[in-house]
């Protein structure tokens, strides 16, 4: 079975659509998610695949350079959270070169 993210790539974006907001993503020409009510959300919403690179890169950078210097505590949270947002353990995201480039941008 493939470790590859199963999220729709970014970068999303958002517009108003009648009286709703929905997310879409120009790169597969789709949406991603429609019938939002509040713009703060649809912003929210549409950061999510940065959002989960950045994190990705903030862990792998602190996994990479921690020489024992820093508490666990956020190391551990960070990792919850990329668990949480992709379903894999930290070693299937970070291992399989599909779903990590180490430069901020998926591979697809």
């Avoid at 590859?4 to 929905?22: C, D, I, V």
């Avoid at 120009?26 to 713009?39: L, Q, Y």
Wanted: hydrophobic share 35%; charged share 30%; net charge neutral.
């Amino acid at each position: 079975m493939s470790n590859k993210l199963k999220h729709t790539p970014g970068p999303w974006k958002f517009k108003l659509s009648l009286e709703t907001f929905t997310i879409f993503c120009e790169k597969v020409g789709r949406a991603v998610c429609r019938g939002i009510k509040n713009e703060s959300d649809a912003r929210l919403i549409s950061c999510a695949p940065e959002m989960l690179n950045e994190l990705i890169t903030v862990f792998k950078g602190v996994r990479e350079y921690d020489n024992g210097g820093l508490d666990d505590y956020s190391p551990i949270r960070l990792k919850k959270l990329i668990e949480k947002a992709t379903g894999l353990t930290i070693e299937e995201v970070l291992n399989d070169p599909e779903n990590w480039t180490g430069n901020n941008q998926r591979a697809l």
